[in-house]
């Protein structure tokens, strides 16, 4: 019995579509402050709750008995409504409120969706970080997620018979990007835009093996962390070139002013410092892990994950 909070986001809607063709799932409980756009399954049972409401999630988490929680509930860019400090209360605060619950309830398995992010977008990387490397986060969004990973430690020791696994995902993409990625903002221009001549190196995960990849996990009961990733990788000249945009490279300092009039311009609208630092600097994990403990295999390469997106937004070459 899956309770998966963040289920309207996503990966969240990614994952109930995976998680419903299981036969061993018996219930799923969908969790989020948004109504699910499509519940037409018997064995979902949706509630509009925040995670940091304990008490609302502490009744669901009893009347159904469940078993295994994914928390993938995370807000990745602040709001332009929303302060840093508020941002934080509501990735960290509400992951913790929601975590505990879950493990004074007896839930057996929590796994926690995390981020490659949590090793941050600096140079010096090796060419491919494993999971043991140092947590160096300069995104808000993976400083966050570093922090519920430090939480979940604390806990696990609190709470010593539950199972924690974390995957850390690669930027997620895919056909239903088109309505949910942060990197639609890649073609939000009429040219795409690299910096440093977009030499830069990253991957993708796609958005059915990142849901096949958190289903592997429950269904092996599975504990530890796992880099989830395409086995290959792609330089952001590579990437651009799958869209319809003419490429414009344009050194880093000057993207991360223009990051500052996303609020004015409406072509820039989406376009933030988070996603300048994504494509600055060259992150490429090594997935062997996911691959040999869990037997999981990603199906799509990086360059077909950003190719379905550039395909649902209409921007494909």
């Not at 037409?40 to 925040?50: C, E, F, L």
């Not at 934080?88 to 309830?105: M, P, Q």
């Not at 490397?133 to 966050?144: D, E, F, N, S, V």
């Not at 395409?230 to 070139?241: L, N, Q, V, Y």
């Amino acid at each position: 019995i899956v309770a998966v909070t963040g289920a309207a986001g996503y990966l969240g809607s990614r994952l109930l579509a995976y998680l419903t063709t299981q036969p061993w799932v018996a219930q799923i409980i969908a969790l989020d402050q948004k109504p699910l756009a499509n519940n037409s399954s018997g064995r979902i049972h949706a509630y509009q709750v925040d995670v940091s409401d304990a008490e609302a999630l502490a009744a669901i988490f009893a009347r159904h008995s469940v078993t295994h929680l994914v928390h993938a509930a995370f807000l990745l860019v602040q709001p332009p409504d929303m302060s840093e400090s508020a941002m934080r209360a509501a990735n960290v605060d509400g992951s913790r409120c929601v975590i505990e619950t879950a493990l004074r309830h007896g839930v057996q398995q929590i796994v926690f969706v995390s981020s490659v992010a949590i090793y941050g977008y600096l140079p010096g990387h090796p060419a491919r970080v494993r999971e043991d490397a140092p947590l160096r986060p300069t995104m808000i969004y993976g400083k966050h997620k570093a922090a519920v990973e430090t939480i979940l430690q604390e806990l696990g020791s609190a709470y010593p018979a539950a199972r924690i696994a974390i995957p850390r995902l690669a930027a997620v993409v895919g056909a239903a990007g088109r309505d949910y990625s942060h990197l639609r903002a890649l073609t939000a221009q009429p040219v795409f835009v690299v910096a440093n001549g977009g030499r830069a190196l990253t991957q993708a995960i796609h958005e059915d093996d990142a849901a096949e990849l958190i289903g592997t996990l429950l269904e092996q009961d599975a504990s530890g962390i796992f880099n989830g990733a395409a086995d290959d990788s792609a330089a952001w000249a590579a990437i651009g070139g799958l869209s319809s945009r003419p490429i414009v490279s344009m050194p880093r300092a000057v993207l991360n002013q223009m990051t500052r009039l996303n609020t004015t311009l409406p072509a820039l609208n989406g376009f933030t410092r988070e996603i300048v630092d994504l494509f600055a600097e060259s992150l490429v994990v090594d997935n062997s892990a996911a691959r040999t403990q869990l037997a999981w295999t990603p199906r799509y390469s990086t360059l077909a994950a950003f190719q379905q997106m550039f395909a649902a937004l209409g921007t494909a070459r």
